[in-house]
């Protein structure tokens, strides 16, 4: 998936879940799953365009 792609279904899913965070609350079932999807397409962001920063530079 190119990087446009994936930051288009990145803010797509953020806008879902604050619709339904805001309809059915922040806690319910709808909006944890909504909010794990976009957990997983955070961290593929970050896996594939983020750059590694090396536990050395600590």
Do not use: P, W
């Amino acid at each position: 998936m190119i990087k446009q792609e994936l930051v288009a279904l990145i803010e797509k899913k953020r806008a879902e879940l604050i619709q339904v965070a805001t309809t059915n609350g922040f806690t319910s079932s709808v909006a944890i799953r909504y909010s794990q999807e976009l957990d997983n397409l955070l961290n593929e962001y970050n896996r594939n365009y983020v750059k590694k920063v090396s536990s050395s530079a600590c």
